[in-house]
């Protein structure tokens, strides 16, 4: 199955998002699943098999982005929404795979396109704009709550990475489907360095006598950087062999932190080695004596968690939520989020030898048991079997289905009253309007259809005669067949009365009562938008065709892009209207393969709704405007009906 994954974020970047886009995918590529990554135009590819990586387009001026929410995130964005789109438009997709902010965007793709979507939730957007410091507007806090309301409410399903956000879930839809499915501590392929790498390492940061305090990860204002500083004073009078190492940060905001060393008389104690390659994060976590995570507020599990608790080092962290969902005393020193009390944990740790073996034997067994990868991949494995559950039940069960068209489908319940068939001709093709729109049909038919004098053809769906009997006096041999029994007799009442030789057959069109190649060309107009299951009627009329089909359908690229919205509009102009759905040309042409056809020619009608000229009812202005939009080559792209010929491949 193939999955269109978006991910606002610029991929592969080492940090935490990125980090868990890169697990998921990975894990679905060896569950066998291919995933087509839209992102931002930023980061660096990763050779994945089953991966295929479609960058956005950059925007002037925007070289990259930073961690948390940002107003370049607005332009990226946007153009984010229109390649994915574009990918949508251009390929089939079982699923819509989204994260953070992009879930909106699933939500819209998911009911446009009939695609379940799975959001992927890394945080409370929400507490994202006051852990970031990002703004104090309300207004713009309530707006991004509402946006994560649309959601969670629209999407089929969601994976939440911790525990929290499965609350954050259920206070906005307790029925919701949430899978918890915590990042793993993976370390990509890298291996751990040697001993004469770590050697060196040591040299390098002149640390070859000291024990090592290590805290990696970013330098936001929520990570809790100023609280380890304040408490280092402390830990340094206790142990004077003590040497904090910070890895990660940018320059102004280490150039801040080191100012606050330099405050607190502690710079000899401290080193800052800014950001470095994720590839070297093993060897630094070799270095380490302790790992900390000293953050001050937040709930999301910070990454550096599992890969910390892998490490056979002990941790200190606060005791907060983010940490507390993962980390208990069994398995970590937990700290009030204040400098003191962080400085005794450290303490503690530096001064206990067993309470550290106890931590981290402790931290290794809760790894394998709950935190492993081969557990991670059981966890995506069944929340993908639960999405293709949710799929099915979309698409319904074949079997049932077939038994119940005549309560679901308007040939087989609206079109079988009299009332409707005696109606039909006047109300769809009546008056000048209805007559100009028959003459072009019939042109387009007739013109596209080429030489058929002498050949058999079978009209699906043939209604009241409107394609067949044009056919019949044109020379061809025709077979007209509709569900409706209502439709056909008025047929045969039309073919009579004007003398065309045609045989009229009540039939479903999901499956024709001929043989295959029973005929020379099929022709299907008006039906293919409305059927149950479009595939299964491109299937049957290119089995009984031996050599042409031709038949029509609402395109994306028409009005009908605007489907459901459009719908409405059309429903308001005619009251008449049923349900549509709209097709992209590139899923009909895959059809067509699939069944030893290939397109050869196409036709774009109307360019404005039949609806709005029916309504408006003025030849002059129907021929003059679809006229100028021809001139200007508008309906070459953006016409509707599109009707297709297709001939079988030979050989």
Not at 78 to 83: I, N
Not at 227 to 248: E, N, T
Not at 258 to 268: C, D, F, N, V
Request: glycine residues 6%; aromatic residues 10%.
């Amino acid at each position: 199955m193939k999955i269109l994954m978006i991910a606002p974020e610029p991929f592969f970047q080492p940090r935490g998002t990125p980090f868990s886009e890169y697990y998921r995918i990975k894990a679905l590529s060896e569950l066998g699943y291919h995933i087509d990554l839209a992102t931002y135009p930023f980061g660096e590819d990763r050779e994945i098999p089953n991966l295929r990586i479609f960058r956005s387009f950059r925007p002037p001026g925007i070289k990259g982005v930073k961690i948390g929410p940002s107003w370049a995130k607005l332009p990226l964005n946007f153009f984010l929404f229109f390649k994915s789109l574009f990918l949508l438009c251009r390929n089939h997709y079982d699923f819509i795979h989204t994260h953070e902010e992009a879930g909106i965007m699933g939500v819209i793709f998911s009911r446009i396109f009939r695609i379940p979507n799975l959001y992927d939730m890394h945080s409370d957007l929400a507490q994202q704009m006051v852990n970031f410091n990002f703004t104090r507007s309300r207004r713009i806090i309530r707006l991004v709550s509402l946006m994560e309301r649309s959601i969670v409410k629209g999407s089929n399903m969601i994976i939440g990475i911790c525990p929290y956000l499965e609350d954050v879930v259920k206070k906005i839809d307790p029925h919701k489907q949430i899978y918890i499915i915590e990042n793993p501590p993976l370390k990509f392929d890298e291996h751990e360095g040697d001993e004469a790498q770590l050697r060196r390492l040591r040299e390098s940061l002149k640390l070859q006598d000291k024990r090592v305090i290590l805290y990696t990860g970013t330098f936001e204002p929520y990570q809790g950087l100023e609280l380890l500083l304040q408490a280092i004073p402390s830990v340094v009078d206790s142990s004077d062999d003590v040497h904090f190492l910070i890895v990660g940060g940018e320059e102004e905001q280490i150039a801040s932190l080191k100012a606050l060393t330099r405050q607190l008389k502690i710079e000899g104690h401290v080193s800052f080695t800014g950001q470095r390659p994720y590839h070297e994060m093993p060897l630094y976590l070799q270095l380490a004596d302790i790992l900390v995570s000293p953050r001050i507020k937040g709930d999301n599990v910070p990454l550096k968690i599992y890969l910390y608790l892998t490490t056979g080092k002990p941790i200190v962290a606060t005791n907060i939520s983010a940490h507390t969902q993962v980390l208990n005393p069994e398995v970590a020193v937990l700290t009030e989020p204040e400098p003191q009390s962080f400085a005794l944990g450290i303490d503690l740790l530096l001064k206990d030898y067993n309470l550290c073996q106890r931590l981290t034997k402790s931290a290794r067994k809760l790894v394998e048991t709950k935190y492993s990868y081969p557990e991670y991949l059981k966890k995506v494995k069944l929340c993908y079997q639960h999405l293709s559950q949710i799929k099915t039940k979309r698409r319904g069960n074949p079997s049932a289905r077939k038994g119940e068209l005549s309560k679901k489908h308007y040939s087989y319940r609206v079109y079988a009253s009299q009332e409707v068939a005696a109606k039909f001709d006047e109300d769809r093709f009546g008056g000048p309007i209805g007559q100009l729109i028959q003459q072009k049909q019939e042109a387009t038919l007739l013109s596209i259809l080429g030489d058929f004098r002498g050949k058999t053809i079978l009209d699906i769906g043939a209604g009241t005669g409107r394609t067949a009997i044009p056919l019949a006096h044109c020379g061809a041999r025709v077979t007209a067949l509709d569900a409706s029994a209502e439709m056909l007799t008025i047929a045969r009442q039309k073919a009579e009365e004007c003398g065309a030789d045609i045989s009229f057959q009540q039939g479903d069109a999901h499956q024709l009562p001929y043989p295959d190649s029973s005929f020379d060309m099929v022709v299907c107009f008006r039906l293919l938008i409305h059927a149950v299951d479009w595939k299964k009627v491109i299937g049957e009329f290119c089995r009984v065709a031996r050599g042409t089909v031709v038949f029509d359908f609402s395109p994306w690229g028409s009005f009908a892009l605007l489907h459901p919205p459009y719908l409405h509009l059309k429903k308001f102009l005619d009251k008449k209207t049923q349900t549509y759905r709209v097709l992209r040309m590139a899923a009909i042409k895959r059809e067509l393969r699939r069944h030893g056809f290939q397109m050869v020619s196409s036709h774009r009608e109307f360019v404005l709704p039949l609806a709005v000229h029916r309504k408006l009812n003025s030849v002059r202005f129907t021929t003059a405007t679809e006229s100028l939009f021809g001139r200007l080559k508008i309906n070459s792209f953006f016409g509707g009906p599109l009707t297709i010929k297709a001939n079988r491949k030979v050989g």
